[in-house]
């Protein structure tokens, strides 16, 4: 069942969309998916289409990063909580890499979401709203 959620998310990635999964019981989304609701513990959840839109709640840089994503360092990756609920740990654009504790970007700030490609992999991307 696990690798089934994964692979549906990735394979959903890959095609652009940024999927999660909702309880019917207590309508908690789940992102990125899991097996279980993290409410109520119900195992039958449904595929649903997220919104893309969250806020941008704290972010770091990363200069040494491992694997592919050293073509792309230094970037921001950051803590972000979606419309939907789900806070999400991710890749974020559009903030203050050089300084991140100058403080010209009062958090949280509002953001969207893009599946890009980092090397051979599907990421989800935050972009934050200026």
Known sequence: ????????????LKNGKL???????????????????NKCGNPDLSWVQMSG???INVYSVLNYPGGEFQAVAPYAF????MKEGPVFYTMVKGVDLDDP???????????????????????????AKK
């Open 53 to 55: 839109e969250g806020k």
């Open 101 to 127: 504790w100058k403080g010209n970007m009062k958090l949280p700030v509002d953001a969207t979401a893009k599946v890009e490609k980092v090397g051979t992999k599907s990421i989800v991307v935050f972009y």
């Open 78 to 81: 950051g803590l972000v909580k």
């Open 19 to 37: 999927m999660g999964l909702k309880c019917p019981k207590c309508s908690t989304h789940s992102f990125p998916p899991k097996g279980t609701c």
């Open 1 to 12: 069942m696990a690798e089934l959620i994964v692979k549906t998310y990735y394979d959903n």
